[in-house]
């Protein structure tokens, strides 16, 4: 019964995947009408599922576990499943191969709630493993284009040597250590230098995934080949479910060398902050231009992570949530436009307010929300985050980051600039959007708005990271 | 019994790992990259396999580590290779160097 209530989440993934893999088997040509609406049927009850309470504890001797926050995390990330799952009709109803496509996102989010409630490091790895290699199958989605091989290829090399760097850490922890029990391991730890070589190659495996600046290479070449909604469900979901296990292994199980992860850190995000505004400036096309910004966001997280404070982990987790509703919200529009006009750079976006207010002010509220102003909700993330991080009371940082934040309104602005008010000649003509898509966006404006007028919100993630 | 020092393996490994590496990086055929990338991952579970025999003898962590580690690692290549094989259906070619459509 235990076992019931606590892997609600997982064994209510592993069911969906069981029922899409008969329905395939029992397949007699139906269409993709069908299947669309079964699956996001499915999605809505698991969505649903996932928001109810779980009880806390751990199963199999400490190799599951389940926390609160972990359990506020997985309910977020089935909500962002279920709105990228909406947006994405109109590309799925072209592609051949819906039932495949579901299986692999719907095994991507299983490895991640694992990786979410892992108790030891080979359930990490595991788990880890679990959430990369269908993610390189769906970026392949396209099956007859160039770029979309090109970017599997990268993304599946890549990653792979990266967790040989993360497992060749993990050896080191467990050679110095004998455990690979994630609570023994935190007893034990200590700043010698095989815990330190160890931990950071460690933190190679989880930087690559998030594409902190050394290990960014990969990011944006991938974003622009991979479908659309793949790109989507890469930048937010992938990240999110890593952002917490990252804080849950830097506070929970590396705390005793943080003097060490936090020079680490500090430099870090100081160097992804200005190499993703840099970039981010000079793209042209639109998914490049949202790899950039979204690496910029993730050298905030860090700053707001070195605060090592309950702080430091309520910020960053509440700028999961603004973060993921606003880049859903930003690629749900690049998806429809690129779906039906085929454009994707930031000058065919010209003039697009004037035909599509909708997709436009959509548009336009995100990118205010990843800029971080006022109204919406970025701002309110911003400023924990800052905060967070001052509490050490180092300033440089802080006003590094701030400047940063200055420098990334010029590339948001530029964009609202074209959408709103340059004139163009052949803009983008009246789309009709379905309704999955118009639903998707609603909810994602929705959330932007009330994370960012709500206390509440703020207050109960503040609760559920007392446990970490 | 244990004739050979740890720290002999320990040697052996951290070759390996050097020379997939060195592979990875300098290779342009991607089957030659999957190939280094096997290298890195026998270097990390001999390193598992010695600790475990070694220094830590209580217990078979170590040991199931690296039997996941080569299931996971033939997962991975299996995946990698059918990508390969519609990179080659697309580009004519398995070089990494050809495949250079998005730049920064």
């Known amino acids: ?468 | 019994m244990n004739s050979i020092p740890l720290i002999h393996f320990l040697i052996v490994s951290t070759a390996l790992f050097f020379i997939g590496v060195y592979g990875f990086f300098t290779r342009i055929n991607m089957i030659t990259m999957l190939m280094s990338i096997e290298l890195i991952l026998n270097s990390v579970n001999i390193n598992f396999v010695a600790f475990n025999k070694y220094l830590h003898p209580e217990s078979n962590d170590g040991l199931f580590f690296s039997l996941f580690i080569i299931a996971i690692a033939a997962a991975e290549a299996a995946v990698a290779i059918a990508i390969i094989i519609n990179l080659y259906r697309t580009h004519s070619t398995i070089d990494v160097e050809d495949a250079n459509e998005m730049k920064l």
């Open chain 1, 1 to 468: 019964m235990d076992l019931i209530l606590m892997m609600k989440n997982e064994l209510m993934l592993v069911f969906i995947i069981v029922i899409l893999l008969v329905m395939k088997v029992a397949d007699n040509g139906r269409s993709s009408g069908y299947w669309i609406g079964v699956i996001n049927v499915l999605l809505i009850v698991n969505c649903i599922i996932d928001w109810l309470p779980v009880s806390e504890g751990e199963l199999f001797g400490g190799v599951y576990k389940s926390y609160a926050l972990g359990n506020f995390g997985k309910s977020l990330l089935s909500t962002g499943t279920l709105l990228i799952s909406l947006f994405s009709t109109d590309w799925l109803k072209r592609c051949q191969h819906i039932a495949e496509f579901y299986l692999l996102m719907i095994s991507t989010l299983l490895g991640m709630f694992f990786m979410i409630s892992s108790g030891n490091l080979l359930m990490f790895y595991l788990s880890l493993e679990l959430s990369t290699i269908p993610l390189a199958a769906m970026c392949n989605f396209g099956l007859t284009e160039r770029k979309s091989g090109e970017a599997a290829m990268k993304l599946i090399l890549s990653s792979a040597f990266s967790s040989c760097l993360m497992l060749m850490g993990i050896s080191f922890l467990y050679g110095a250590s004998g455990t690979i029990n994630f609570e023994v391991l935190s007893i034990i730890v200590q700043e010698t230098p095989l815990y330190i070589m160890g931990f950071v190659l460690l933190f190679v495996g989880v930087a690559f995934k998030l594409s902190v600046v050394p290990f960014h290479l990969w990011t944006a070449d991938v974003y622009e080949g991979a479908p659309v909604p793949v790109t989507a469900f890469l930048s937010v979901i992938s990240k999110s479910a890593m952002i917490i296990v990252f804080s849950f292994l830097l506070y929970h199980v590396f705390g005793s060398l943080y003097n060490s992860w936090y020079l680490l850190l500090y430099v870090l995000s100081i160097v992804t902050m200005i190499t993703g505004n840099v970039f981010a400036i000079r793209q042209e096309n639109m998914k490049r231009f949202l790899a950039f910004s979204s690496i910029t966001q993730m050298g905030y997280i860090l700053v707001g992570i070195s605060g090592s404070s309950a702080e430091g982990v309520t910020s960053s987790v509440y700028f999961i949530v603004v973060y993921l509703f606003s880049n859903i919200a930003a690629f749900g529009v690049i998806s429809q436009i690129a779906e039906k006009s085929g454009k994707e750079t930031i000058s065919s976006y010209k003039g697009l307010a004037k035909h599509n207010p909708f997709l436009a002010w959509t548009m336009a509220i995100a990118l205010f929300s990843l800029a971080g102003i006022p109204p919406t909700a970025g701002f309110f993330g911003k400023i924990f985050l800052l905060k967070a991080g001052a509490s050490k009371g180092d300033l440089f940082l802080i006003t590094i980051a701030a400047l940063n934040m200055i420098v990334a309104l010029y590339y948001y602005l530029r964009v609202i600039r074209a959408m709103f008010m340059d004139e163009n000649e052949d803009s983008i003509p009246v789309l009709h959007s379905g309704a999955p898509l118009k639903v998707a966006l609603a909810i994602c404006l929705i959330g932007i708005l009330i994370t960012g007028f709500s206390g509440p919100v703020y207050e109960y993630i503040f609760t559920l990271s007392n446990g970490i």
